[in-house]
């Protein structure tokens, strides 16, 4: 069934302070890999089967668009998908524009992917997606060979003409970006010869792993230059019973929440702890947090544990800025828990989140500031004064900018305010994790009495 967006209507939520939060959660698929298993899926020959798939609204884009350019995809039951592939090369023209909503990760990984086919796409998206820079990801795609035509500032809506044979090329990213490495390897799949990526700074690596686990031959090697990532290109993907292991950034929500309201112990299952990933589990650790891991195992080549996490009393630092790379997306989160800290946390290195679904660097800095968090604003990260574990006074409004990572950090600082927090809307939260709203109504106790 396709997928047609529908104009959202504003959804404004009102949170107020919850008492301890307890239970046991499973939070959805990993984002990053749901649309990494749709992609290469698609390019194996054969069917593939998908379990654990998330399915928000971002996700839902990238399989969308796979199916308008020839993939077979069909839902089987929650989260169970079959993707049949027609093989790297085999992408037929798609008859209309490209809607990808909201999400950065399938305009510019299908941007890639569109590469090195001959075929042409119009991507468009959404008002957020729109002022979203894509130039990142254009260039190397021109150095290829794949026809370019993009909005001014090089934004959506923008149109790919791919070029069938592309050239290969030796890239060295100017900013960390695992959307922009993986969108060369993408392109790279189906362009003769190696394609190489360079990145000083490492980043999130689900990529090479699941392009090994498709068969295609990776090579990673660490240099003085940085890590190296050699992909040999035409080639022959084999189809993959895929297990898609938990989200931490959809559990950075959590580990949080159960860390600053008091008397909270939370167990969040089946989390993926790849080390790429895992920067806010060690800010959190630097900051007092009692998180322990259990059950540890690995989840379609993945490592994974069980995330128990109890309320304790939270110190600010200077978060250490290598951790940036490892949890750019997990900030808002961060942001959140310094609000409780005992004295002031600084979190810099982080420029990219100018360049998110939001500005979150100064959404956060609004949203905070609007409900009693003394904030200061920098370039590259805020610093943060926090309330030594006592409530924040609350009571503001919170501008959540089309951004799901905003509505859903906010509603987390919600649960220990003196005053209830007001969304403008809620509804970005369907994007990554559709059930947060009502699984937080499972794990909330009522807040008892002063």
């Known amino acids: ?39 290469l899926s698609a390019l194996a020959v054969g069917r593939s089967r998908i ?9 839902l884009a990238t399989a969308a668009a796979l199916r308008a350019m020839g993939v077979g995809i069909e839902r089987t039951g929650e989260g169970t998908w079959t993707v049949d592939g027609v093989g790297v090369g085999g992408l037929l023209q798609p008859a209309g524009a490209l809607d990808m909503g909201n999400s950065g990760t399938s305009a510019r ?10 075929i042409t796409a119009t991507f468009t998206g959404d008002a957020s997606l729109s002022r979203r820079p894509m130039a990142r990801v254009a260039d190397p795609l021109r150095t290829m060979g794949a026809d370019v035509f993009a909005s ?12 069938c044979p592309a050239v290969p090329i030796a890239y060295t990213l100017p900013v960390a970006s695992a959307q922009v490495k993986s969108a060369i390897l993408l392109a790279g799949l189906n362009t003769p010869g190696i394609t190489r990526v360079t990145e000083p700074v ?16 990776v090579t990673v090697e660490d240099t003085p230059e940085g890590r190296v990532i050699s992909l040999t290109g ?74 128990r996490v109890r309320h304790a009393p939270l110190r600010g630092i200077e978060v250490p800025l290598e951790l940036a790379p490892s949890m750019i997306d997990e900030y808002p989160a961060l942001f959140v828990a310094a609000a409780f800290a005992h004295g002031r946390t600084v979190a810099r290195g982080a420029a990219e989140l100018r360049v998110k679904e939001s500005d979150r660097i100064a959404a956060m800095a609004a949203a905070l500031g609007a409900n ?8 590259d990260g805020l610093t943060v004064q926090g309330s030594c574990g006592d409530p924040i006074p609350g009571g503001g409004t919170v501008a959540t900018r089309l951004d799901h990572r905003i509505a859903m950090s906010m509603a987390v600082a919600a649960l220990h305010a003196r005053a209830a927090i007001t969304l403008d ?26």
């Open 202 to 217: 490492p980043t999130r690596d689900h990529s090479e792993r699941m392009l090994t686990g498709f068969g295609a031959h």
């Open 425 to 450: 809307d809620a509804s970005p939260a369907l994007t990554s994790y559709p059930a947060f709203f009502a699984t937080l109504a499972d794990i909330a106790t009522q807040e008892s009495a002063a």
């Open 152 to 163: 001014p500032g090089d934004t959506l809506p923008l149109m790919v003409r791919g070029l």
């Open 109 to 118: 990984l299908l941007m890639g992917l569109v590469a090195s086919h001959p």
């Open 372 to 379: 009693g968090v003394p904030v200061e604003e920098h370039d």
């Open 234 to 307: 035409e080639a022959e993907l084999r189809p993959q019973d895929i297990v898609v292991p938990g989200d931490p950034s959809a559990a950075a929500f959590w580990l949080v929440a159960a860390g600053i309201v008091p008397g909270s112990d939370l167990l969040v299952r089946g989390v993926g702890l790849n080390p790429t990933r895992t920067g806010l589990l060690t800010a959190l650790r630097l900051m007092g947090a009692d998180i322990q891991e259990a059950n540890p195992r690995t989840v379609g080549g993945e490592p994974v544990a069980d995330l």
């Open 1 to 39: 069934m396709p997928h047609v967006p529908v104009p959202r209507t504003p959804l404004p939520r009102r949170i107020a302070a919850s008492g301890p939060l307890r239970g046991e959660i499973a939070v959805p698929g990993d984002k990053s890999i749901s649309h990494r298993a749709l992609i």
């Open 51 to 59: 379990a654990g798939l998330l399915e928000g609204e971002d996700v």
